[in-house]
């Protein structure tokens, strides 16, 4: 009998990480100089998601949403190329989940220029958060 209480409890767990918290979105633009028609590679992933490579030309946005696991484990990392050659380039942590129980709902916005990388959650001021490679 107590083994059957602990199996139920930790298949409960595993269920409630799959509908617990709200979405939370991570968005990457391409905002590179047009004059210049660099576009965007962006290859993001977690430990359990591969959301794949996506070329973005200027201007264009890509978007992916997901929900904060019961344990407050989550991480995304996305490495941006910029083109023509892909020989600059930056790695990410797009998001990162805080403690026990986190769940969000909020949007993660990067932003891709030539001086670097910007980012702004939700509909916050964007600021300067890393440079290219």
């Not at 949403?65 to 941006?80: I, P, V």
Request: glycine share 8%.
């Amino acid at each position: 009998m107590k083994n059957l209480s602990i199996f139920l409890f930790v298949v409960g767990l595993c269920m409630i990480s799959d509908v617990y918290g709200k979405k939370s979105t991570i968005t990457v633009k391409n905002e590179l100089n047009p004059k210049n028609k660099n576009i965007l590679k962006v290859h993001c992933k977690s430990k359990n998601n591969d959301i794949g490579v996506k070329y973005l030309k200027i201007g264009e946005v890509m978007s992916f949403s997901f929900k904060t696991n019961f344990w407050g484990t989550t991480e995304f990392w996305c490495n941006l190329y910029k083109g023509p050659d892909y020989k600059r380039y930056r790695g990410i942590t797009a998001y990162q989940a805080i403690g026990l129980f986190a769940k969000d709902g909020s949007s993660y916005n990067w932003l891709a220029r030539d001086d670097g990388i910007y980012f702004h959650k939700d509909s916050l001021p964007s600021y300067y958060k890393t440079y290219w490679l």
